[in-house]
């Protein structure tokens, strides 16, 4: 029997029982504080100072997606702040990324983290919302004074820009398959290093399932849901069925991920590219979002909603997260959240699909880690491997 530790703030629990050579059953279970209950009774203010400190990992999208909710009960009108807002998430999602390319593989390489390089990065991430809200004032309902500080944005970029290419490539990001195959045979940072491991025979396709990737849908696809049945937040579905989100669900049709999706499945080949693709792209995505701002004031809040019921829906690193809300009385009576983690790690699952019938090696434990890894749930996981034979 094999282990690895889960903490305090929740945990993703994965048990393999093995026989005869093989994966013969596969238990997912997710236990994730009751974050959602802690917003209720609250403010839209209170909750919004809240939220970031509730949801640590990904503290900008969940207080986005909140956000989104509380503006749509309350009928305010923000969209002269949603390019802003897309810069935020993705500057987040870049962090986090990064965190996996440069703190996680490594270690999964038995080589050491490369934490500056990771410090550097979330420096210039966190260099954008003063850039964009000098007052630091964008995460509140109606948004804040946006004045876009074009010099300082075009630093951060360049700087994100720069420490994606010194520490993830180090050479020409790769294009295409032969490219990739390429770039991972050199090995010149851990990240190809990586990619060489999950490309080899045995391990490029291992994960592969025939799930469906969830459908970018918009925050009213969610909030019906969510506001109809409160077990959709630990069990989500759509059409009746399992999916996964992340980033091998945004860029199944990127050529390069296209080429190990149709080589290898839905495995770990596929998986690693899709971050490398989202991190290779992210400071031309953030160019471009950031010539579309526009300077904007708060919104008006005509003081009219006291009462009502939104819904939120935002990227973030590990997928799309969404948000619904009841306001009474001024006050948050009812919120739901689902997040990635309950899609990627649903019973029925990716994972779970994934491992099934898998091969029952040596190498077993730390497949079903890498796996684990990429599908990146947002808890602690404890993976338990039980040979029947």
Not at 217 to 233: T, V
Not at 304 to 310: D, I, K, L
């Amino acid at each position: 029997m094999s282990g690895t530790g889960a903490g305090l703030e929740g945990s993703v629990s994965v048990r393999l029982e093995t026989a005869a050579g093989r994966v013969r059953a596969v238990s997912v279970q997710v236990r994730r504080p009751a974050a959602a209950r802690a917003l209720c009774g609250r403010t839209p203010d209170e909750a919004m100072r809240l939220v970031p400190l509730l949801f640590s990992l990904c503290g900008t999208a969940q207080s986005l997606a909140a956000l989104n909710a509380l503006e749509d009960a309350l009928g305010l009108d923000a969209r002269t702040h949603a390019t802003a807002r897309v810069l935020l998430a993705e500057a987040e999602t870049a962090t986090n990324h990064a965190w996996q390319v440069l703190m996680d593989w490594p270690t999964r390489l038995g080589e050491a983290p490369q934490p500056r390089e990771l410090a550097g990065l979330r420096a210039a991430a966190a260099a954008i919302h003063p850039a964009l809200y000098p007052a630091r004032d964008g995460l509140r309902p109606g948004g804040g004074l946006l004045r876009p500080d074009r010099a300082a944005l075009t630093a951060a970029v360049a700087a994100l820009r720069e420490g994606v290419e010194r520490a993830v490539f180090a050479a020409p990001v790769p294009t295409d398959a032969a490219d990739l195959e390429r770039w991972a045979e050199a090995g010149e940072t851990g990240a190809a290093r990586l990619m060489q491991r999950v490309l080899a025979p045995g391990m490029a396709g291992f994960g592969a399932c025939g799930v469906p990737a969830l459908e970018p849908h918009p925050a009213r696809w969610f909030g019906e849901r969510l506001s109809a049945d409160a077990a959709f937040s630990e069990r989500p579905r759509q059409d009746g069925a399992p999916a996964h989100t992340g980033p091998l669900a945004r860029q199944s049709t990127h050529p390069l991920v296209a080429a190990l999706l149709s080589r290898h499945g839905s495995g770990l080949a596929a998986h690693a590219a899709a971050r490398l693709v989202e991190l290779a792209g992210l400071a031309e995505r953030l160019t471009r979002w950031a010539d579309r701002l526009e300077d904007a004031d708060p919104a008006p809040d005509t003081g009219s909603a006291r009462c009502g019921a939104g819904s939120g829906a935002v990227e973030t690193a590990r997928g799309r997260l969404a948000h619904w809300l009841r306001l009474e009385d001024s006050r948050i009576a009812d919120c739901r959240i689902v997040a990635p983690t309950e899609w990627n790690f649903a019973a029925d699952g990716p994972l779970a699909q994934g491992l099934a019938g898998a091969v029952a090696d040596g190498a077993l434990a730390g497949r079903t880690a890498l796996l684990v890894g990429a599908l990146d749930p947002c808890v602690a996981p404890a993976i338990t491997i039980q040979d029947e034979d």
